[in-house]
């Protein structure tokens, strides 16, 4: 039932040298991809998905890929490096999916910054209450204050962006998009009192020439009838005089609408890395599922769901998560679930059969999509002891993509399975709670992953060519 343990110590190398690998050297498909030692199974039915590549290559079209997972999808630490090794040999047709994390006191994606003078309530997928209305980011936002805004940057100029696409709730227009603010100047007048310290030796006619108005109503002005001032006194004068001033503030600037039946579409005409999110009239409570962030080139949208704690059931409760999942227009879906199954102990069987359900939701509202299932990594209970569910995990995973009509590609192997965490712990790649792993342990993963996906795309080129 489970993996050789042989054959995890022998491939256990292959990962740890991978780490001694300069990830910016040029990485193309002319490269021998052929020989990885982690290649992806049943890859066949991958054939649509590749042929979408091959337009994205030749600059005609984009390619849509959704990841969805758990913890280790929502850093966008592994997702990352997968996005940026597929757009250095497709193109890059945007960010994609963006979600503002910090607004819901999570983290997120290190290149995506949010801010907002507001407080918002968060929701995620591990909520009990189904009723809530959380979309295909697993998360949702929803104002706690009227009128709220939102500013929204992204640090990396290489993903600059003219196209913004608002997730709400059944596509209510509830938020607007605007770019950077201009400034506004205004002229203001409004009237200013004079006052007049009386001088040794003046008297009231005096002042009142002075000023030009009358005895008369200088003496009303300051609530008196004698036109004896003593030196020092403040009087008051009765004058009209008004004072000009000009005033500054920002204005953001809308970016064209366009309508659309599942979301709600903005344009700019320059690219922009920065964009304002504001209430449309008459709703004051705004309620945000995602962003999708798209530039106007051909090549490839990489959407990373992750969610901290979730499993596929939880993923089950929120019909609006599978609702809006066409929005994204996927080409391929990769599931990576199960290492909070793992730690809930959760017999394999119930894993394979609320995962299978969650498949078969997702296929009944993007059915062409092909599914690619990607096993959890190895993980530790307690910092000592293997997570032996995780490992029958993959062996499920494994049967069902063969039963089904799925791909598979086994990361427990491919980082070495138990006998690796040791090891990758030594070499800096997994965290020390022995569960998550490191930024440098991601991005070897993520590299893993795009060597055994590109092999599968060349054999699929050379079969085509034959």
């Known amino acids: 039932m489970f993996r050789h343990k042989l054959r995890v110590i022998a491939l256990l190398g ?3 040298i991978i780490q001694g690998q300069n990830l910016d050297s040029p990485s193309t498909f002319e490269q021998s991809r052929r020989s990885v030692p ?18 994205a290559r030749a600059g005609a079209g984009k390619v849509n890929i959704v990841h969805i997972g ?43 910054v949010s801010s907002s003078a507001s407080a918002w309530e968060r929701v995620r997928v591990l909520s009990m209450e189904s009723s809530e209305p959380v979309g295909v980011a697993g998360y949702v936002i929803k104002a706690n204050s009227s009128q709220p805004s939102i500013e929204l940057k992204l640090r990396d100029g290489f993903n600059a962006f003219t196209t913004v696409k608002i997730l709400t709730p059944h596509n209510r227009n509830m938020i607007t998009v605007s770019r950077e603010s201009r400034m506004v100047k205004k002229e203001q007048s409004k009237p200013v009192s004079v006052v007049h310290q009386v001088k040794k030796g003046e008297t009231l006619s005096e002042i009142a020439s002075k000023y030009g108005v009358t005895v008369a109503k200088l003496k009303q002005a300051n609530g008196t009838s004698s036109s004896v001032i003593n030196p020092g006194k403040r009087l008051r004068i009765p004058v009209n005089h008004v004072e000009k001033s000009v005033t500054t503030h920002y204005e953001p600037i809308p970016l064209t ?10 344009r700019s005409e320059t690219p922009l890395q920065k964009i304002t999110l ?13 962003i999708i962030l798209e530039n106007r080139s051909a090549g490839v949208l990489y959407h990373a769901v992750g969610v901290n704690g979730a499993k596929s059931s939880d993923y089950l409760r929120f019909p609006l998560f599978f609702q809006q999942l066409p929005v994204l227009s ?13 730690f809930g102990r959760l017999e394999s069987s119930l894993y394979a059969q609320q995962l299978a ?19 959890p990594p190895p993980s530790l209970f307690q910092k000592k002891y293997p997570n032996r569910y995780v490992e029958e995990y993959a062996y499920e995973m494994n049967r069902m993509a063969f039963a089904k009509g799925y791909a598979f590609w086994d990361l427990f192997e491919a980082v070495g399975g138990f006998p690796g965490i040791r090891a990758n712990a030594e070499g800096g790649l997994i965290g020390a709670d022995r569960i998550h792993y ?22 699929y080129r050379a079969e085509k060519t034959e």
Do not use: C
């Open 14 to 16: 292959t990962f740890l």
């Open 38 to 55: 982690f290649p992806i199974a049943n890859d066949s039915i991958l054939v649509p998905f590749f042929a979408k590549l091959d337009s």
């Open 70 to 112: 758990d913890s280790h999808i929502q850093a966008d630490l592994f997702t990352a490096q997968i996005r940026r090794l597929l757009q250095k040999e497709f193109g890059n047709a945007g960010r994609g999916l963006v979600f503002p994390h910090s607004l819901a006191k999570a983290n997120g994606a290190w290149d995506v």
């Open 257 to 266: 609408t366009e309508d659309s039946l599942t979301y709600r579409i903005y």
């Open 278 to 290: 504001t209430t449309v009239p008459g709703n004051s409570y705004p309620i945000l599922n995602g």
């Open 330 to 342: 996927p080409d391929l879906i990769v599931i990576s679930l199960g290492t909070n199954e793992g």
């Open 357 to 375: 359900q969650m498949i078969a939701r997702i296929s009944e509202k993007v059915p062409s999509a092909p599914i690619l299932l990607v096993t």
């Open 438 to 459: 490191s930024k440098a342990g991601y991005e070897k993963q993520g590299t893993l992953f795009v060597d055994a996906l590109l092999d599968a795309y060349q054999h």
